[in-house]
Each structure stands twice: as structure tokens, then as C-alpha cells.
């Protein structure tokens, strides 16, 4: 069936640094979705990419999606402790009913 | 304007007892969904609804069971509670039919079974 998947599982990081995330998808994906979720919180939508080798960036955040369209990749830069969380990448299965979220990467950065 | 709404937030069980976990959203959405969250795991969907009177299984779905009876709320039942089922469980929302939107999380239920 079709896995998506995320590397790497965990990150840490000194306050600063730069931070990415990448999802891979076993197939090919019609769009992406990344989510939030902060510790002891609930998943926050961050972005939709929908198009082939899409950029989009909110203020420190940049969001690509492959141009084969089954790779999405996040990148935190000048990391602060605020980014703290675990970071979920979600593609549509067969039908608009519901997605397949990734296992996360967990963020921890250190002041 | 609440958005999703899950009750109890919090609840312990013995095994063998059952319980009803609510979701409530008031955004008008079509699909609702429970989904369990495990260390390293992910979020993986129990049952899912894309409408009102519709439900569907998800990845897990064994030892539980929806309904939906009215658009705005989705109930999950867990008829024999096994410590395999501590976990936190959350709710969530989209719409419209048709097109993918983002999903809309409630605050979870942490549930824990001894």
C-alpha cells in the first residue's frame, strides 16, 4: 500500500541553526500537506503544495515539492526555540476522502 | 466560532470497559475523522465519515466503532477497552467535498487503559 515516510525521525539543533525535514511518498502525489504539531498539542496546518517542483516560503519556513512529485522537503532557517515541535507531512490516498500522514520529525532546539 | 471540539480530554479505563469519545466541529465540514497517535507513529486513522450517515474504516479500525448521526458530530466507541488502545486520539475535520483542504485537529483525548 502507499507508505509515506520521513527522515530523519528526530533533530537537534543549537538555536540558529538550520533545520530540514524530508518526506518521501511510494507514490505519486497530487499534492502536500505540511502540519505543526508543538508538544502536547494538537497537528496545525501549515501548507498545501500542489504543483511540480513548487516553492513556498513563510518567513523563515521554505516548503518545496519534487518535481516527480512524490518528495517534499521543509527547511527552518535561523532555527528558535518557538519551532520546538514535530513537523507531519500528509498526501491524499486514492480518493479526496483522506490522507496518509508521515511519522513526524521531532524538532528540539537548544537556546 | 469553536472550531473542533473533543470531550473528555482526559480518561482512564480498566480493561473491559467501554466509553464514547465526542467530536464536535461547527465549520459545516463534510469529512470528519478520528485518527490515534502513538510515540513514533504518527497519526493513524481509525474510521473515517464523508458525510452525515456515512462512516468508513481507516488503517486501524479494530476494537472500535463510529457513527454519525448528525453533520456536525462524530462519536468513537470503544465497546471492551484493551491496554492496547492507550493512546491519544484525535479528531479531526475537512471541507468541502471534493477537493483537498486543510484538516482541522481538535485538542485530543488522552486515554489511558490499565
Known amino acids: 500500500g502507499q507508505q509515506v515516510m520521513q527522515i530523519p525521525q528526530y533533530q537537534h539543533v543549537q538555536e540558529g541553526e538550520d533545520f530540514t525535514t524530508y518526506c518521501n511518498s511510494s507514490t505519486t502525489l497530487s499534492n502536500i500537506q505540511w502540519y505543526k504539531q508543538r508538544p502536547g498539542g494538537h497537528p496545525v496546518f501549515l501548507i498545501q503544495l500542489v504543483k511540480s517542483g513548487e516553492v513556498k516560503k513563510q518567513k523563515r519556513l521554505t516548503f518545496q515539492f519534487g518535481e516527480a512529485k512524490k518528495n517534499s522537503s521543509l527547511h527552518i532557517t535561523a532555527t528558535q526555540t518557538t519551532d520546538v515541535g514535530t513537523y507531519f507531512c500528509?498526501?491524499?490516498?486514492?480518493?479526496?476522502?483522506?490522507?496518509?500522514f508521515g511519522p513526524g520529525t521531532s524538532l528540539s532546539v537548544i537556546p | 466560532n469553536a472550531g473542533v471540539t473533543q470531550t473528555p480530554k482526559f480518561r482512564v479505563l480498566k480493561t473491559g470497559q467501554s466509553m464514547t469519545l465526542l467530536c464536535a466541529q461547527d465549520m459545516n465540514h463534510e469529512y470528519m475523522y478520528w485518527y490515534r497517535q502513538d510515540p513514533g507513529m504518527g497519526l493513524r486513522l481509525i474510521h473515517y465519515?464523508?458525510?452525515?450517515?456515512?462512516?468508513a474504516k481507516g488503517e486501524v479500525p479494530d476494537g472500535y466503532n463510529v457513527s454519525r448521526l448528525k453533520k456536525q458530530n462524530f462519536l468513537l466507541g470503544l465497546e471492551s477497552a484493551a491496554p492496547s488502545q492507550t493512546s491519544v486520539y484525535f479528531c479531526?475535520?475537512?471541507?468541502?467535498?471534493?477537493?483537498?483542504?486543510?484538516?482541522?485537529f481538535g485538542p485530543g483525548t488522552r486515554l489511558t487503559v490499565l
Open positions: 479531526a475535520s475537512t471541507g468541502p467535498r471534493g477537493s483537498y483542504n486543510e484538516q482541522f
Open positions: 465519515s464523508v458525510g452525515e450517515g456515512t462512516t
Open positions: 500528509a498526501g491524499p490516498q486514492t480518493s479526496y476522502d483522506k490522507v496518509i
